[in-house]
Structure formats: C-alpha cells, structure tokens
Nanobody, 118 residues
Framework: QVQLVESGGGLVQAGGSLRLSCAASGTIFSINVAGWFRQAPGKQRELVAAITSGSTTNYADSVKGRFTISRDNAKNTVFLQMNSLKPEDTAVYYC????????????WGQGTQVTVSS
C-alpha cells in the first residue's frame, strides 16, 4: 500500500517562502512522475509542477521562476520550494506520483493548506 504524506504548508505573507515535502512509503516503481497540484476554493485542481525520475521538470506558467520542484529518489521524497508567494497561490496543495509504465498506479497525498496573506 502506497502512502504519500505532505508537510510544510502554512500561513505566510505575500513575498514569503514555503517549502513543501512529500514522503512516499510503500513500493513505487522507480520510473515515475511526481508532481504537485493545487486546488483553490471554487476552482479545478491544476498542475503546479512535475518532475520525472530522471529529474526533467515542468512548471505551470503562473509559477515559473518562483517555484522549484526537486526530488530525492533515495528517500522517496519530493519537494516544492515556493518563493515570492502571492495571495493567488493560496490553495490546498496535493502531492501526486504516477508510475509511467502503469498509469493506473496513480497516488495522491491528503493535501496541505497554503495560505498567502496580502
């Protein structure tokens, strides 16, 4: 049974920084894509950033230059460094891991709240 546990959310003023972590337990095939999604009230869940097991990254236009995704494969952990935060970044942030060879193995964390005050 795979579990993803996020941490690092909280309340921060605009312009501040937060670092989210996502620790995976259980067996996940090594070829996978890890990502951070977010969902604000009344809005659809959207991709924020993704990283392959080979460390190729992809970012939403709204966070490029401010957020950095990284991973530690040895520790099964994914990070999201968020700098220059804006009120519009306020959302619940979810960690996701999807196995490339079997996309039905698609795992989600429980979410962590990020609130940016103006």
């Amino acid at each position: 049974q795979v579990q993803l546990v996020e941490s690092g959310g909280g309340l921060v003023q605009a312009g501040g920084s937060l670092r989210l972590s996502c620790a995976a337990s259980g067996t996940i095939f090594s070829i996978n894509v890890a990502g951070w999604f977010r969902q604000a009230p009344g809005k659809q869940r959207e991709l924020v950033a993704a990283i392959t097991s080979g460390s190729t990254t992809n970012y939403a236009d709204s966070v490029k230059g401010r957020f950095t995704i990284s991973r530690d494969n040895a520790k099964n952990t994914v990070f999201l460094q968020m700098n220059s935060l804006k009120p519009e970044d306020t959302a619940v942030y979810y960690c996701n891991v999807r196995e490339v060879l079997d996309p039905t193995n698609n795992y989600w964390g429980q979410g962590t709240q990020v609130t940016v005050s103006s």
